[in-house]
């Protein structure tokens, strides 16, 4: 049976504030959202599939953010959180679960010097990895460094050690609202057999027929939710 497709909001927190910014630039915050437990809170009311959050300072810096972990898991109640940003070890990725998040998103441990199969084995199906690729190479800290891997490299690790999920982000989409990058998603739908969720330049509707179409699962969008050109809808 066809899985689902989902509309996932995403809310990006950076020095406590909910912001978006312009391909992953931290020195270019193009919207400022102010309180992200008050946004999470809103969101959830649309009932969303889960809300993706990601602490930025975290991603660039490592730390797991537990108690922002905790109060994202309690302020989107009853709807689930994925949350990523900080995790370094899977000490760290089990104690985001521990504090409340239904999935824990990894992306620089993931290509790093751990087993990945390390990660599967503590979170199961409750992890999902970050393929975050530019110019055709993963990114990792926050976007700011190369992973080392193709997107292709990236996904066969993924598939070899057992990962159920991934989240594919085209950074020089991602806040732009300049649409997907359909060549990117379909390389990863036909990499990839697990969840695949697409982020990075998505606008409205047409934009999420143009990526559902590629096969991929769902999308993760940002700025187009908070400047409501997308509904939250499935």
Same mark, same amino acid.
């Not at 406590?16 to 946004?39: I, N, W």
């Not at 930025?56 to 898991?73: C, I, K, Q």
């Not at 070890?89 to 990945?116: C, H, K, M, N, W």
């Given at each position: 049976?066809?899985?689902?497709?989902?509309?996932?909001?995403?809310?990006?927190?950076? $020095? @406590?504030?909910?912001?978006?910014?312009?391909?992953?630039?931290?020195?270019?915050?193009?919207?400022?959202?102010?309180?992200?437990?008050?946004?999470?809170?809103?969101?959830?009311?649309?009932?969303?599939?889960?809300?993706?959050?990601?602490?930025?300072?975290?991603?660039?810096?490592?730390?797991?953010? +537990?108690?922002?972990?905790?109060?994202?898991?309690?302020?989107?109640?009853?709807?689930?959180?994925?949350?990523? *940003?900080?995790?370094?070890?899977?000490? $760290?990725?089990?104690?985001? =679960?521990?504090?409340?998040?239904?999935?824990?998103?990894? *992306?620089?441990? =993931?290509?790093?010097?751990?087993?990945?199969?390390?990660?599967?084995?503590?979170?199961? *199906?409750?992890?999902? +990895?970050?393929?975050?690729?530019?110019?055709?190479?993963?990114?990792?800290?926050?976007?700011?460094?190369?992973? @080392?891997?193709?997107?292709?490299?990236?996904?066969?690790?993924?598939?070899?050690?057992?990962?159920?999920?991934?989240?594919?982000?085209?950074?020089?989409? $991602?806040?732009?609202?300049?649409?997907?990058?359909?060549?990117?998603?379909?390389?990863?739908?036909?990499?990839?057999?697990?969840?695949?969720?697409?982020?990075?330049?998505?606008? $409205?509707?047409?934009?999420?027929?143009?990526?559902?179409?590629?096969?991929?699962?769902?999308?993760?969008?940002?700025?187009?939710?908070?400047? *409501?050109?997308?509904?939250?809808?499935?």
């Amino acid at each position: 049976m066809a899985r689902r497709f989902a509309i996932i909001p995403a809310v990006d927190i950076l $020095d @406590g504030r909910a912001v978006r910014l312009l391909r992953g630039d931290y020195e270019r915050v193009t919207l400022d959202a102010g309180d992200p437990l008050a946004l999470i809170r809103k969101l959830a009311e649309a009932g969303p599939p889960c809300i993706h959050v990601v602490a930025l300072g975290a991603a660039r810096d490592g730390g797991a953010p +537990v108690e922002l972990a905790r109060e994202a898991a309690t302020a989107a109640a009853p709807v689930p959180v994925q949350l990523g *940003g900080g995790v370094r070890t899977v000490a $760290d990725a089990e104690a985001l =679960a521990a504090a409340g998040v239904s999935r824990v998103i990894v *992306g620089t441990a =993931a290509f790093g010097p751990l087993p990945l199969e390390d990660f599967v084995a503590a979170l199961g *199906g409750r992890l999902a +990895v970050a393929i975050d690729v530019a110019g055709g190479t993963v990114r990792t800290a926050g976007w700011l460094e190369s992973g @080392g891997l193709t997107t292709a490299a990236a996904l066969d690790r993924c598939a070899a050690a057992g990962v159920t999920h991934v989240v594919c982000t085209a950074i020089d989409r $991602d806040g732009t609202a300049s649409g997907p990058d359909l060549d990117l998603l379909r390389e990863v739908r036909g990499r990839f057999d697990g969840v695949v969720f697409a982020a990075g330049g998505i606008r $409205d509707t047409a934009d999420v027929e143009a990526v559902r179409a590629t096969g991929v699962d769902g999308v993760v969008a940002g700025r187009a939710v908070l400047e *409501g050109t997308l509904a939250l809808k499935s």
